[in-house]
């Protein structure tokens, strides 16, 4: 684990707003150089506190207006049957995020549709033809609050 100083948190909350703002905005925000705040972004980068770039898109300009959340329990568990499971539920495109849990479900998947008939296509074709699943639990997102992290 690295120490980060005050400087190091202001710097990567002001990446979590933006992260494709440059060393030197970002240095005059924080009135650091640039030269300095770049060898900061490159300390934190091979310490993997900055572990990548990605680019945040909006699913709803994109057509995908229904987010759903599934909860996941396998009929037969064994490591076997988890690994089939996260390899087949990988190719599935509308599939953003696969968390394997503990508590009442194995798995936590947050699905994406263009509409409730398409995620029942996705639901009935796809998500519950995968192996070893055996109960499903469907929560559709009604709205999202992010926030930045605990810096």
Known sequence: ?????????????ALTED????????????????????RRLKRLRAAGVIARHRVDLDL?????????????????KGRVALADFE?????IPEVQSVQHVLGLYDYRLRVVA??????ERVLRRRIMT?????????????SEERRPGPL
Not at 60 to 75: C, K, P
Not at 87 to 91: G, H, N, S, Y
Not at 114 to 119: N, Q
Not at 130 to 142: E, H, K, R, S, T
């Open 1 to 13: 684990m690295i120490a980060l100083d005050d400087l190091d948190r202001a710097l990567l909350r």
């Open 19 to 38: 992260a494709a703002q440059s060393a030197g905005a970002l240095g005059r925000k924080l009135g650091l150089s640039q030269p300095a705040t770049w």
């Open 60 to 76: 709803e300009a994109l057509g995908f207006g229904v987010t759903i959340f599934l909860g996941i329990s396998l009929a037969a």
């Open 87 to 91: 390899r087949a539920v990988a190719a």
């Open 114 to 119: 263009r509409d409730l008939a398409d995620f």
């Open 130 to 142: 995968l192996p070893g699943v055996g109960a499903v639990d469907a929560n559709v997102l009604l």
